[in-house]
């Protein structure tokens, strides 16, 4: 009869521990989903925006500097989805934030650039981006939370180890980041 019950034992302990590493795993791939969903929006973003600077373009030649600093900063987005760190994929947005808030400053200054459908459906474009993006943010640091929840109570944190889970860093945009750019046409 002992030895019934110690089996018994050594089998619950064994299932929990399965039941552990699942979850701890699957929590920390559903993170990792989440943050291939910034980057596909990123490099949405980063594909939208050759389109509005060629429309740009053709209006303000002059502003070669603002059209470079871009294509950088296009390039830098790329770079850090395809692979950098949260904090390295944050600076890269940054950077093309900041880019795409000079190119928009560049073309309110051309009155007839604004009144283009072409430049309107871009400007639409982008800000649907924007919106998938935000929410894409949200939903990578809704799924950390509930891994780094799991990774730092108990009983789930004494199977980190052998799942080869650990916490992952939130996404916070750059600094000056938390206010979206205006541009007023």
């Given at each position: 009869m002992l030895i019934w019950i110690i089996v018994a034992i050594v089998v619950a302990l064994v299932l929990f521990g399965v039941v552990a590493f699942n979850r701890l795993r699957t929590a920390d791939i559903g993170a990792q989903e989440a943050l291939g969903g910034i980057d596909v929006q990123l490099?949405?973003?980063?594909?939208?925006?050759?389109?509005?600077?060629?429309?740009?373009?053709?209006?303000?030649?002059?502003?070669?500097?603002?059209?470079?600093?871009?294509?950088?900063?296009?390039?830098?987005?790329?770079?850090a989805a395809g692979s950098g760190s949260v904090e390295q994929r944050a600076a890269a947005e940054g950077r093309l934030d900041r880019a795409l808030v000079d190119?928009?400053?560049?073309?309110?200054?051309?009155?007839d650039l604004k009144a283009s459908?072409?430049?309107?459906?871009?400007?639409?474009?982008?800000?649907?981006?924007?919106?998938?993006?935000s929410f894409a943010r949200q939903y990578y640091n809704d799924a950390v939370r509930r891994l780094n929840e799991l990774v730092r109570t108990i009983p789930w944190l004494f199977f980190t180890g052998v799942a080869g889970v650990k916490e992952r860093p939130f996404y916070d945009a750059p600094a000056g980041q938390d206010v979206p750019p205006t541009v007023q046409f």
């Open positions: 490099t949405r973003r980063a594909d939208l925006i050759p389109n509005l600077v060629t429309t740009v373009k053709g209006y303000a030649e002059h502003e070669r500097g603002v059209f470079e600093e871009v294509t950088a900063a296009r390039t830098g987005v790329t770079q190119v928009m400053a560049v073309a309110e200054a051309y009155p459908a072409n430049f309107q459906q871009l400007q639409s474009e982008l800000s649907d981006t924007e919106d998938k993006l």
